[in-house]
């Protein structure tokens, strides 16, 4: 059982920056590939990006190349999102979520083992 807790979200400016974390409980964190998705109001929920067991893979969704890194800390059993020149569109929920699949490229969000319960960012114009 691996239990997540986003924090780090809040309210900024467009062009601002935000820097999201997740803290995963549990002995088997770097068992697992880690992944940011976001849920705008009104959308359905949708990928971010990914990031390997051991960190050295990223993946990004085309909207967000570019603009937001990946990272994690096994030893800490977080894992973060760098979130930089924001945009309003980026107003979401943001959600981190731990996976046992082989691939960073393989997302696939009904096969997500856990989830956490998400943190809001909210971006004004």
């Known amino acids: 059982q691996v239990q997540l807790v986003e924090s780090g979200g809040g309210l900024v400016q467009a062009g601002g920056s935000l820097r999201l974390s997740c803290a995963a409980s549990?002995?088997?964190?770097?068992?697992?590939?880690m992944d940011w998705f976001r849920q705008a109001p009104g959308k359905e929920r949708e990928f971010v990006a990914a990031?390997?067991?051991?960190?050295?893979?990223?993946y990004y969704a085309d909207s967000v190349k570019g603009r937001f890194t990946i990272s994690r800390d096994n030893a800490k059993n977080t894992v973060y999102l760098q979130m930089n020149s924001l945009k309003p569109e980026d107003t979401a929920v943001y959600y981190c979520?731990?996976?046992?699949?082989?691939?960073?490229?393989?997302?696939?969000?009904?096969?997500?083992?856990?989830w956490g319960k998400g943190t809001l960012v909210t971006v004004s114009s």
């Open positions: 979520a731990a996976d046992r699949r082989p691939t960073v490229q393989s997302v696939n969000q009904w096969g997500v083992d856990y």
């Open positions: 549990g002995r088997t964190f770097s068992s697992y590939v």
């Open positions: 990031i390997s067991r051991g960190g050295g893979s990223t």
